[in-house]
């Protein structure tokens, strides 16, 4: 009998991915933090590196107080390298027939990947689009105070109304950008 490790490379379902998600709140609320997410640690390391002769007034605080949530920083990325790359499912994705007829109909080509190139290859319009949207995610987790992971694991399970409407708000222009803003994007090529 062959063992295999197709159990390796399938996605956890949800009702053990979710509950290790919730477990975060009252972990995060034992150990004395309020806040969870990972939009704060760019400001965490900017404190870091901010060479004493300049003194920003936002980057002085003590960001030592703080330095559990860079070790969740670090762990995401080799969570992400691990199940992107270590653990990387070999067979190809296969999109549904939906979301090739959305693409079909946008007239944006699908490559290898699931990924449509026109968005997410090296051309200069790409980039641009990937650099505008990486600022406005920015601008964004900065003026509601936090990010989709913060205010919606958090803040949701902590009853704040900033949260609410922050998720509303992060769901809505999601919603927004991939039925009127994504099917334009592909005409700039």
Known sequence: MQMTLDWLYAPWPWYVAGPIIGFMVPLMLVI????????????????????????????????????????????????????????????????????LTMFAYWNVPI???????????FYWQSIVIMFVGGVLVGFGTRYASGCTSGHAITGLSTLQLQSLLAVAGIFGGGLFAAHFITPYLSRLF
């Open 111 to 121: 490559g290898e990947g699931f990924l449509p190139p026109v968005l997410f290859g």
């Open 32 to 99: 004395g933090n309020r806040s969870f997410g990972i939009s704060s640690n760019l400001r965490h390391m900017c404190a870091i590196a901010q060479p004493r002769h300049i003194g920003v007034d936002f980057f002085n605080y003590n960001w030592r107080e703080q330095s559990w949530s860079l070790v969740f920083a670090a762990g995401t990325i080799l969570g992400g390298f691990l199940a992107g790359i270590v653990f990387a499912n070999p067979d190809p994705i296969r999109l549904s027939e939906a979301a």
